[in-house]
């Protein structure tokens, strides 16, 4: 079956998505003739072996936020492929689905277009697509198949659940996922052209204990769960037996709080592989994490409060909020996190960076916080002026 899996961003971006690998290794596995495609460099042919979109019965698309849903809109039009569903029932046209981070958040913005959606966690619903697709495949109908995929609560099919505006069925996002379970623990390629280098990423947790209001991933991504260490161990060995790995990335909403991260960094540091971390918190930092940063190179981090007292009152976070919920009361600097980058020492953007959060100041109510105001919007005019 041939199904084409497309990032709307540039190759590079997408190769460091962590959900965008699991899928096409899973297909792959599955014995479906699954073909990556990116925004640019090529969008209408495919990384794997130069195949034009033409030729793929099945598209879906990673979605991560909504700023990328125009690239992917853009793309089908270029392929001259009907935006509306319905109006892909006649002819020749693909079927076209959706998963990635935006189905946890937001997923009726792209229910006019796709066919189906895949809502959260989307490995343990694969293999009932991949069976809907074959029996598509196979003659039965695009209604039929709308049908089929219909069956499950965590899938929306847009056609069938959404009549005069409304949803008509139950659906359930999908947020349990059981990280020991049997599904890929790490990236399936490395490249030095992907936004992180060649790095192997190693998803080691998902969802937060932690209850900021300004923050997706507990509302969204379900309880904190943890990858055993020996599933982890087992992984890394088995990939490196095979190939060079110069460098892991280390996949957790915060490094620190992965209970087996000590075993785990000496275990990378004995085979002589770099470590880098998605992200971390001050209160959360050991010694052992700086030497394993040290020695992979990094010589510079970035360190910000996540939002000034102003801010905080206005989004109604409480002082003690970016505590964990067992009760651990840790050090009072709540809400502080490190991003690290490659060696040059460069700010990685991401869900805390330069878009959303405010340098570090003086954050009290008088002289101090309105010069501080009247000089970011002096900044801002200049900007604009240049």
């Given at each position: 079956?041939?199904w084409?899996?497309f990032?709307?961003?540039?190759?590079s971006i997408?190769?460091?998505?962590?959900?965008?690998h699991?899928v096409?290794?899973?297909?792959?596995?599955s014995?479906?003739a699954?073909?990556r495609?990116?925004?640019s460099?090529v969008p209408?042919r495919?990384?794997?072996?130069?195949?034009?979109l033409?030729?793929f019965s099945?598209i879906?698309a990673?979605?991560?936020?909504?700023?990328d849903?125009?690239a992917?809109y853009?793309w089908?039009s270029?392929?001259n492929i009907p935006?509306?569903?319905?109006?892909?029932?006649?002819?020749?046209?693909?079927?076209?689905?959706?998963?990635?981070?935006?189905s946890?958040i937001?997923?009726l913005?792209?229910s006019?277009?796709?066919?189906f959606?895949?809502?959260g966690?989307?490995?343990e619903?694969?293999?009932?697509v991949?069976?809907s697709l074959?029996?598509?495949?196979?003659?039965?109908?695009?209604?039929e198949?709308?049908?089929r995929l219909?069956?499950s609560?965590?899938i929306l099919?847009?056609?069938?659940d959404?009549?005069d505006?409304r949803?008509?069925?139950?659906l359930?996002?999908?947020?349990s996922?059981?990280?020991?379970?049997p599904?890929?623990?790490?990236?399936a390629?490395m490249t030095?052209?992907?936004?992180f280098g060649k790095?192997?990423?190693l998803e080691?947790?998902?969802?937060?204990?932690?209850?900021?209001s300004?923050?997706?991933?507990p509302?969204c991504?379900g309880?904190m769960?943890w990858?055993k260490?020996?599933?982890v161990?087992?992984?890394?060995?088995?990939?490196?037996?095979r190939f060079?790995v110069p460098?892991?990335?280390l996949?957790?909403p915060?490094a620190?709080?992965?209970p087996?991260?000590p075993?785990l960094?000496?275990?990378l540091i004995?085979?002589?592989?770099g470590?880098?971390?998605?992200?971390?918190?001050?209160?959360?930092l050991s010694?052992?994490?700086?030497l394993?940063?040290?020695?992979s190179g990094?010589?510079?981090?970035?360190?910000?409060?996540?939002?000034?007292?102003w801010?905080?009152?206005k989004?109604?976070?409480?002082?003690?909020?970016?505590?964990?919920r067992?009760?651990?009361?840790g050090?009072?600097?709540p809400?502080e996190a490190?991003?690290?980058d490659?060696?040059?020492?460069r700010?990685?953007?991401?869900?805390?960076?330069?878009d959303?959060?405010?340098?570090?100041?003086?954050?009290?109510?008088?002289?101090?916080s309105?010069s501080?105001?009247?000089s970011?919007?002096s900044?801002?005019?200049?900007?604009?002026?240049?």
């Amino acid at each position: 079956m041939p199904w084409a899996l497309f990032y709307p961003a540039d190759y590079s971006i997408g190769s460091a998505n962590l959900g965008f690998h699991y899928v096409f290794q899973r297909l792959r596995e599955s014995g479906v003739a699954a073909e990556r495609f990116f925004a640019s460099p090529v969008p209408y042919r495919s990384v794997d072996a130069d195949t034009m979109l033409e030729r793929f019965s099945v598209i879906t698309a990673s979605v991560a936020y909504e700023g990328d849903i125009p690239a992917f809109y853009r793309w089908l039009s270029g392929a001259n492929i009907p935006l509306l569903a319905e109006e892909r029932v006649a002819g020749s046209f693909p079927v076209i689905g959706m998963g990635g981070a935006l189905s946890y958040i937001n997923p009726l913005t792209v229910s006019g277009v796709c066919d189906f959606i895949i809502l959260g966690d989307g490995m343990e619903v694969l293999d009932h697509v991949i069976e809907s697709l074959r029996l598509y495949e196979g003659g039965c109908g695009r209604r039929e198949l709308w049908r089929r995929l219909s069956e499950s609560p965590n899938i929306l099919v847009p056609p069938v659940d959404i009549k005069d505006g409304r949803l008509v069925r139950g659906l359930r996002i999908g947020r349990s996922l059981d990280l020991n379970g049997p599904y890929p623990v790490h990236s399936a390629w490395m490249t030095e052209r992907g936004a992180f280098g060649k790095t192997l990423l190693l998803e080691l947790q998902r969802g937060c204990a932690r209850s900021c209001s300004y923050c997706t991933l507990p509302r969204c991504f379900g309880s904190m769960r943890w990858r055993k260490f020996e599933i982890v161990e087992r992984a890394l060995d088995e990939i490196t037996s095979r190939f060079e790995v110069p460098q892991a990335g280390l996949v957790t909403p915060e490094a620190g709080d992965y209970p087996f991260l000590p075993q785990l960094i000496d275990k990378l540091i004995n085979k002589n592989i770099g470590v880098s971390f998605a992200s971390l918190r001050l209160d959360r930092l050991s010694e052992q994490m700086i030497l394993a940063l040290s020695g992979s190179g990094r010589r510079a981090g970035d360190r910000r409060r996540e939002a000034a007292l102003w801010l905080r009152q206005k989004i109604h976070r409480r002082p003690d909020s970016g505590k964990a919920r067992n009760g651990e009361r840790g050090r009072d600097r709540p809400g502080e996190a490190l991003f690290y980058d490659r060696p040059s020492g460069r700010e990685r953007r991401g869900y805390h960076g330069d878009d959303g959060a405010l340098p570090p100041h003086n954050s009290g109510d008088g002289a101090e916080s309105n010069s501080f105001r009247q000089s970011l919007h002096s900044q801002a005019r200049d900007a604009m002026a240049g």
